[in-house]
């Protein structure tokens, strides 16, 4: 999983794994739950390390094959690569 962060002016570009601990199927929905860990790049005081778990949710349109209104939540910490900055997280896009 690879994309960017923005806090403040600092744009930083962001790396890292997801790991699926469980799925839930209900017909027209579904939902995945997981831990993830995301490495912004170095670029000094204000970068540093996202760790946390996620939930996904989606519906599935059978007719078109297609994930229809997906979302997204990240609820974690991240700490600053040097160790003097910690922060409570919680990501998602909506």
Do not use: C, P
Request: net charge positive.
């Amino acid at each position: 999983m690879s994309g960017y962060s923005l806090v403040d002016t600092n744009y930083a570009k962001f790396e890292g794994k997801i790991t699926i601990s469980k799925y839930k199927d209900a017909k027209k929905q579904g939902t995945i739950f997981g831990e993830y860990e995301l490495a912004e790049e170095n670029k000094g005081k204000h970068s540093g390390l996202f760790k946390g778990k996620f939930v996904y949710n989606f519906k599935w349109n059978r007719k078109t094959e297609k994930v229809e209104e997906q979302y997204i939540e990240l609820t974690g910490d991240w700490k600053s690569y040097d160790g003097t900055l910690e922060f409570k997280t919680h990501l998602k896009n909506q």
